[in-house]
């Protein structure tokens, strides 16, 4: 019943942006924290950034502060993750996925709901 659709991906050069998107639908967001993975090839997921339900508390991996922001549409009920100063290692599948506790939001076995996935390469 938990359904996400990421998008926003694409290919970048380095130094570039991009906003990735991610659509809720079959549910309301309103009750539920929505986090940001990635996974790079030949690598585990690992958690890029968090959101409250009201948008109030967000949380993001060391490597990406500064760079990255996450925020919400309520009325659209969606998240997006605007990503500024690309690097190459910024590489990756990124998915979204919901979680019920916030502090949990980084723990992959927590969280339901995983989208496809949107592919975001960076390279000249």
């Known amino acids: 019943q938990l359904q996400l659709v990421e998008s926003g991906g694409g290919l970048v050069q380095p130094g570039g942006s991009l906003r990735l998107s991610c659509a809720a639908s079959g549910f309301t967001t309103d009750y539920y924290f929505i986090s940001w993975f990635r996974q790079a090839p030949g690598t585990g997921r690992e958690g890029v950034s968090c959101?409250?339900?009201?948008?109030?508390?967000?949380k993001y991996a060391d490597s990406v502060k500064g760079r990255f922001t996450i925020s919400r549409d309520k009325a659209k009920n969606s998240v997006y993750l605007q990503m500024n100063s690309l690097k190459p290692e910024t590489t990756a599948k990124y998915y979204c996925?919901?979680?019920?506790?916030?502090?949990?939001?980084?723990?992959?076995?927590?969280?339901?709901?995983w989208g496809q996935g949107t592919l975001v390469t960076v390279s000249s």
């Open positions: 959101i409250s339900s009201s948008g109030g508390r967000t």
């Open positions: 996925a919901t979680a019920r506790v916030f502090s949990l939001c980084f723990i992959q076995s927590s969280l339901d709901g």
